[in-house]
């Protein structure tokens, strides 16, 4: 890990975790962008064990970076970074991915949901900008909605979202629970948290393309994303709730 000395965070920051596999065409902007319109946080990019140069490149974008070993995926490389914030004491997380499809003007509104939840989704379906997903992958989108809405008790209609801000009590949460397996960093972890006692809300945000790479449209590629969703979603009905004592 390149970091500064060990330090307690102020109370008035809060850390973005940025997750990056091999990602050197375009975390530099990324984060060239996000840094300065966001000098109230700290920026982690958790490399997750990236065979190129991201990692050296988001040092000298003026990130802290933290060192994977090996590739553990979204949700590996994501509780690395909520252990990275109990150790250091931040009270506000946020999840930024590094293809620079969330925009930075979006993560304070965010962070304003977590002042009436423990989780607050920046939602892509709910009536703000153009994105859209067609085929299985949408129709598996709106049942999953559907479905942990209403678990959570509130509508929601973007679970599958990765730009999600968190407080400490979700901090200490996903130190405990925050699974590796395929859409267990959205679906599985949010199930969860949810049943553990959490509470959820969204805001509406835009989204927009990936900044390198092309996106998949695959017809194949989305049916398999219906099946393990769904998949995914009976993994979290199944997890053992987190007690409040195990979230110190």
Same mark, same amino acid.
């Given at each position: !890990? ?26 530099? /902007? =990324? ?6 319109? @966001?000098?109230?946080?700290? +920026? *982690? ?7 190129? %140069?991201? &990692? ?15 590739? *553990?995926? $979204?949700?590996?490389? @994501? ?16 999840? $930024? ?19 009436? #939840?423990?989780?607050?989704? /920046? ?16 129709? #598996? !989108? ?14 929601? =209609?973007?679970? =599958?979202? /990765?730009?999600? &801000? ?5 901090? &200490? ?6 699974? %590796? ?10 199930? $969860? #948290? ?6 959820? =809300? ?20 989305? #049916? $398999?994303? *219906? !099946?393990?969703?769904?998949? &995914?979603?009976? !993994? ?5 709730? +987190? ?6």
């Amino acid at each position: !890990m390149s970091a500064p000395s060990p330090f307690v965070a102020a109370p008035d920051r809060f850390l973005i975790i940025m997750p990056a596999w091999n990602e050197e065409s375009v975390i530099g /902007g =990324t984060l060239e962008e996000l840094i300065p319109a @966001m000098p109230q946080a700290d +920026v *982690l990019v958790v490399d997750d064990g990236s065979t190129d %140069a991201t &990692a050296a490149i988001a040092e000298s974008a003026g990130a802290r970076v933290l060192r994977l070993p090996y590739n *553990l995926g $979204v949700g590996g490389a @994501m509780r690395a970074g909520f252990k990275y914030a109990r150790r250091f004491q931040y009270q506000r997380v946020i999840q $930024v991915d590094a293809d620079g499809q969330h925009d930075p003007k979006n993560i304070l509104e965010v962070l304003e949901g977590l002042e009436r #939840a423990d989780i607050s989704i /920046g939602a892509r379906f709910a009536d703000r900008g153009n994105y859209e997903a067609k085929g299985p992958r949408r129709w #598996a !989108m709106i049942v999953l909605a559907a479905v942990i809405s209403r678990i959570a008790r509130t509508r929601l =209609t973007d679970v =599958t979202s /990765g730009f999600r &801000a968190g407080n400490r009590t979700v901090i &200490a949460q996903y130190c405990e629970h925050y699974p %590796a397996e395929y859409l267990g960093d959205t679906i599985d972890s949010l199930v $969860v #948290a949810v049943r553990s006692g959490l509470t959820v =809300t969204q805001v509406p945000v835009e989204m927009r393309p990936r900044q390198a790479g092309t996106p998949s449209n695959n017809p194949w590629k989305a #049916a $398999v994303y *219906l !099946m393990r969703s769904f998949f &995914a979603l009976g !993994m979290a009905m199944t997890r053992r709730k +987190v007690t409040p004592e195990e979230r110190v």
